[in-house]
């Protein structure tokens, strides 16, 4: 397996350059770059400019944009409220704001009200939330023409993956990763543990460093930043773990877990790692746009990818509202008491007749 991440143009994606890019990239390393995007990387960084404002405001006021009443899926999360689901309970050292910037469906706000909740927005930042929405719509795009590239690539009718997206809970962050002190430089601590994503495709338009006084910066450390973990192969049980630093102008596209149970395991869900730099006081903004299924769309593998050994793997077929929702509860933002959504809610019917 070549170390060299594919780059897929989305300027030419019907190519067979771009299948064999996609079939590659997200089949072995669950991760491709991609150019000829048309999101705009200025806007991007001027919308981090409103950001660092934003986050720089006081936990008290910040405090008030939290929304833990829908586990956090809008608005402000809090430092330390997030873990991945093997991360041994270390939580993610970051804050972040959600939003969704698509236009929901909103028939499952009855039956998934956090998950498809409305926005929220801190009082009077007008150009935070226009910027936030028009860079979350520019790229979601993104996200639909890729996965038109990759049902092509994999011989599937074009829009078999976009269509099932349409009126689905896509959901974007923008975050801000802490500055480790002295104390913790060289420790545990990570910006973000090793996990999946538990979406159909995640994009990541590219990130910007700030230095202990608050400056923007290059990286300040070779080491920081994304590590992915390879298909497991003979000679590489475990992966390997490879340095994402995309080109000048690209922007990251990870798989997420519901295009590899969609795809019977051929595209593998990226398992990534943030690291923080190896000196004190440097900070790094993201910001990352999670495509979804619909939530009564099915998660089970297509037909052409149907083997005994796939359906062991990924059964039995749930809905991807169900799928979801698990997850949740398995990260720590939704309580446990959200699983008694699932299934038959009536047996109190019964208990107060027979009473």
Known sequence: MSEEIPVVDLSDASSAASAEAILKGFGDFGLVYVKGHGVDIDRLHRFYDLLIALFGKPEAEKQAWARPDIWYQRGWTPPNTEQAVVAGGQPDFKECYFAAPMELDARLGLMFPEIYSENSWPEGADDFRDEYLALGRSVHQVGLDLLRVCATALDLPAEIFADGTKGGPHVTRALRYLALDESQVGGDIVWGEEHTDFNLVTLLPGGRFFDPSGQPCGRPDPDAGLYLRTRPTAAHPKGRMVHGRPPPG????????????????????????????????????????????????????????????????YGPPVLAGTYGLKTLVDIGLAPKSALDKLGYHHYDRLADARS
């Open 250 to 313: 690209c922007i990251v596209a990870q798989v997420g877990q519901q295009l590899e149970i969609l795809t019977g395991g051929t595209m593998l869900a990226t398992p990534h790692v943030i690291t923080a730099p190896k000196a004190p006081g440097y900070t790094r903004t993201a910001f990352a746009h999670f495509v979804h299924l619909h939530s009564e769309q099915r998660l089970f593998p297509h037909d052409k990818f149907l083997t005994d050994d796939v359906m062991r793997a």
